[in-house]
Nanobody
Framework: QVQLVESGGGLVQAGGSLRLSCVASGRTFSSYAMHWFRQAPGKEREFVAAINWTGLRTYYADSVKGRFTISRDNAENTVHLQMNSLKPEDTAVYYC??????????????????WGKGTLVTVSS
């Protein structure tokens, strides 16, 4: 069982930056791929970024590529999402998720094994 707790959300102006963090409980954090998803009001939850269990492979949605960076610290059981050049359309609740697949980076909501409760990011224009 893995419990995930996100933090770092808030209100920021367009063009600004935020850094989200997700702390995982449990001793097996390093064996999970970690992900960030987001859900804007009235929209479906969508994939944002993923990092494999070693931290050597990352994958991004086209909408955030070049602006967001995902990273992990297995010693601290933490995954981060550095968000730069934020846009109003980045406004959403951001969720941390984990899956046990160590071969393929998965991006679908239904493929995740564990979820956090989310942290709200609001980008003003």
């Amino acid at each position: 069982q893995v419990q995930l707790v996100e933090s770092g959300g808030g209100l920021v102006q367009a063009g600004g930056s935020l850094r989200l963090s997700c702390v995982a409980s449990g001793r097996t954090f390093s064996s999970y791929a970690m992900h960030w998803f987001r859900q804007a009001p009235g929209k479906e939850r969508e994939f944002v970024a993923a990092i494999n269990w070693t931290g050597l492979r990352t994958y991004y949605a086209d909408s955030v590529k070049g602006r967001f960076t995902i990273s992990r610290d297995n010693a601290e059981n933490t995954v981060h999402l550095q968000m730069n050049s934020l846009k109003p359309e980045d406004t959403a609740v951001y969720y941390c998720a984990a899956d046990r697949n160590i071969v393929t980076i998965l991006t679908r909501v239904n493929d995740m094994d564990y979820w956090g409760k989310g942290t709200l990011v609001t980008v003003s224009s």
